[in-house]
């Protein structure tokens, strides 16, 4: 492979031997003036397209600057919906699971419990307090369920995204499911 500038390092090392020798003529200044006045008009050219590329390289790193804060943006929105959806899920999941439990407990009350404390106790809305009571502690039990439900499937979400990155079908840049909110 040649080496770049071989042919002006020739004529400058030429030139340089002249000089030392004192064997120079009014063709050899106009000569060394001429392969200089070539190299400079070649630099700004090289340099103007270098100043080009280099503009847009910087608008190319501007623009996917800009993208990465879009994309971190609509993950963020993305891992919120994700949320919203899974606590909608569970939720709805858990209020299933308790009106099951409740129309249960109320017909077992209204059959079984009504009658012996009406029995034992003469007073008239004794029965309605206690199907308040229960209604309470469903309540409570429900929220309960939401909470135990919405972190056994951030567990099985984590679980399979470990599984997914430990395999190498995720690559580094997919977004993450952030537990905690």
Do not use: C, W
């Not at 063709?27 to 340099?47: C, P």
């Not at 056994?152 to 580094?172: A, H, V, Y």
Request: aromatic share 8%; glycine share 4%.
């Amino acid at each position: 492979m040649k080496e770049l500038y071989h042919e002006e390092q020739k004529i400058l090392s030429d030139y340089v031997g002249k000089v030392k020798q004192k064997d120079l003529s009014m063709d050899d200044a106009v000569n060394i003036a001429v392969h200089y006045k070539d190299l400079l008009d070649q630099s700004k050219v090289i340099t103007r397209i270098s100043d080009r590329l280099q503009k847009k390289l910087d608008h190319a790193n501007q623009k996917i600057k800009t993208q990465n804060v879009e994309i971190q943006k609509k993950n963020t929105e993305l891992e919120e919906t994700i949320d919203q959806l899974d606590k909608m899920t569970v939720g709805k999941k858990a209020s299933r699971i308790m009106f099951v439990i409740a129309i249960v407990l109320f017909i077992s009350e209204e059959q079984f419990l009504a009658p012996v404390i009406n029995d034992m106790i003469d007073i008239e809305y004794v029965g309605l307090v206690i199907l308040l009571v229960i209604a309470m502690f469903l309540k409570f039990f429900e929220g309960m369920l939401e909470s135990y439900f919405l972190k056994q499937t951030k567990k099985k979400i984590l679980n399979k995204k470990n599984s997914e990155s430990s395999d190498g079908k995720m690559s580094s840049n997919s977004f993450s499911y952030v537990e905690g909110k």
